[in-house]
């Protein structure tokens, strides 16, 4: 896809073709007032009022038709109420009749995302561009579209195309275009620096090495924060191999790294005054001669010892490091982005990531600006009686309880610990993946929470609100 912005063009008075926006509670009325040519051809395409329903309406030429479509509200539109339509109507300029599309601005971007870089036989469908008299919303919702297929073009690439160097290459993009400063850690200074980083990738050789990825952008007197993605590139489950289905898609386990290279993004591209530090660890979970075990014991970056109870409860050892090395610039804010645990997909499924905050406004703020921006968030407790179930026998914690209770909640404990005190922290434990298409939403790699959380990084440091 081109630039998204190129997709939303400013309303000129330029020809384009309507979209009548309808709800049930108001579509009796509406059809009663219609030409008999418009009832007979909505009857002819058997239109009924529901979720993304839609009919062609004939014009006074063969040439001049428009666009019926059903909403659940034509006075609060949703972002993917017109996502659909993004998706199936012909390339052209279309315009939203006697309304402003608003938040499906960002449907009608994302609802013509194709990932197609393995494909033969590329989609040639052409541009539909909506028209919109916001041009301050254009800008924003076309800057979050961009952030989220960012994400997707990201997870949908394979491995062995979206390995360590390629991830580096990435941050590399945005540093570059940002006139950030980027610093890579890796070999010996890596395993000095980054203990468990370098644990957790080194049987992946020197094609994959571990390495760990620092960028930071803003005035060094502005407030600062600092943004941690996972970043493992593939998942086998090490010496705990996974088994071939859950093997399948950890391509997608850099997903944490994915949304956090894209808030970055946004973050700067938004000029938001604050001291960004970017921090992304970068690993491939192998099987070879080479691999941590179960049993060892592994000394972080504060000299914290983990026993390791399971080597495919990696992510959070990459990220304990990427805490500690946060805290060390004493941030007044902390966002980590991860594809953590299986046990927050069983308590909420695909859409909702699950939300762990040590501070109730920051929580709230998120979940408010989840709900605003069709991104939502759930929170869960830090229940701090599950401590007990870190406890090691021999270190001073395991990286995985024991019986598979509260999995989600134990992995947020256990980065709990590498938190620096009194640091407001999010830890957002997301999928980053659609299971099954949706408009706007196609299967493959999703950005789940990014959109959330920007919202509040604008409102906090530019008083700008929620995107809605």
Same mark, same amino acid.
């Given at each position: 896809m081109s630039d998204p912005a190129d997709l939303i063009h400013i309303d000129k008075g330029q020809a384009a073709r309507d979209i009548h926006l309808i709800?049930?509670?108001?579509? /009796?009325?509406?059809?009663?007032?219609?030409? /008999?040519?418009?009832?007979?051809?909505?009857?002819?395409?058997?239109?009924k009022a529901t979720a993304f329903a839609h009919a062609i309406l004939p014009g006074d030429t063969p040439d001049s038709w428009s666009v019926l479509t059903c909403v659940a509200d034509t006075a609060s539109l949703s972002s993917w109420c017109l996502a659909k339509l993004a998706d199936i109507?012909?390339?052209?300029?279309?315009?939203?009749?006697?309304? /402003?599309?608003?938040? =499906?601005?960002?449907?009608?971007?994302?609802?013509?995302?194709?990932?197609?870089?393995? *494909?033969?036989?590329?989609?040639? *469908?052409?541009?539909?561009?909506?028209? $919109?008299?916001?041009?301050?919303?254009?800008?924003?919702l076309a800057a979050q579209a961009r952030g989220v297929l960012?994400?997707?073009?990201? @997870?949908?690439?394979?491995?062995?195309?979206?390995?360590?160097?390629?991830?580096?290459?990435?941050? *590399?993009a945005i540093a570059t275009r940002h006139n950030a400063t980027l610093d890579v850690t890796r070999g010996e200074a890596l395993e000095r620096g980054f203990p468990m980083v370098h644990a957790v990738g080194r049987a992946a050789g020197r094609e994959h090495a571990p390495r760990f990825l620092e960028l930071r952008w803003g005035r060094e007197d502005h407030p600062r924060i600092a943004i941690i993605g996972k970043g493992v590139t593939f998942d086998s489950g090490g010496l705990d191999i996974k088994p071939?289905?859950?093997?399948?898609? !950890?391509?997608?386990?850099?997903?944490?790294?994915?949304?956090?290279?894209?808030?970055?993004?946004?973050? !700067?591209?938004?000029?938001?005054? @604050?001291r960004l530090h970017l921090l992304i660890p970068v690993a491939e979970n192998a099987v070879g001669a080479h691999a941590f075990r179960p049993g060892d014991v592994? $000394?972080?970056?504060?000299?914290?010892?983990?026993?390791?109870?399971?080597?495919?409860?990696?992510?959070?050892?990459l990220l304990a490091d990427a805490l500690v090395r946060a805290g060390e610039e004493k941030p007044e804010l902390i966002i980590d982005f991860a594809t953590l645990t299986g046990a927050a997909r069983a308590a909420l499924g695909p859409d909702l990531p699950a939300l762990f905050v040590n501070d109730d406004a920051l929580a709230g703020a998120l979940t408010d600006a989840g709900t605003a921006s069709d991104d939502p968030l759930w929170r869960l407790p830090l229940w701090a009686p599950y401590d007990d179930m870190m406890?090691?026998?021999? =270190?001073?914690?395991?990286n995985s309880a024991e019986g598979g209770f509260g999995?989600?909640?134990?992995?947020?404990?256990?980065?709990?610990?590498? @938190?620096? *005190?009194?640091?407001?922290?999010?830890?957002?434990?997301?999928?980053?993946?659609?299971?099954? =298409?949706?408009?706007?939403?196609?299967?493959?790699?999703?950005?789940?929470?990014?959109?959330?959380?920007?919202?509040?990084?604008?409102a906090r440091y530019s008083g700008g609100g929620t995107a809605s």
């Open positions: 709800d049930s509670a108001h579509y /009796e009325d509406w059809l009663a007032s219609q030409p /008999e040519r418009h009832r007979a051809a909505i009857e002819a395409q058997g239109f109507l012909p390339a052209g300029t279309y315009r939203v009749k006697d309304n /402003e599309p608003g938040p =499906a601005i960002f449907g009608w971007i994302t609802g013509q995302y194709r990932f197609e870089r393995y *494909k033969k036989k590329k989609s040639d *469908k052409g541009p539909r561009i909506l028209l $919109t008299g916001q041009a301050p919303l254009r800008d924003r960012l994400v997707r073009d990201l @997870v949908n690439t394979p491995a062995e195309d979206m390995g360590p160097d390629a991830l580096e290459a990435a941050a *590399k071939s289905s859950a093997m399948r898609l !950890m391509k997608k386990d850099m997903g944490g790294a994915a949304h956090a290279l894209a808030l970055a993004d946004l973050v !700067m591209e938004g000029g938001l005054p @604050v592994l $000394t972080a970056r504060d000299g914290t010892h983990v026993e390791i109870t399971n080597t495919d409860a990696e992510g959070r050892l406890k090691s026998d021999i =270190a001073d914690l395991v999995g989600a909640i134990t992995a947020a404990l256990f980065l709990q610990r590498f @938190v620096p *005190k009194g640091v407001a922290w999010a830890h957002l434990d997301t999928f980053a993946w659609r299971p099954a =298409a949706r408009p706007g939403r196609p299967k493959g790699g999703d950005a789940l929470g990014l959109r959330a959380v920007e919202a509040v990084l604008r």
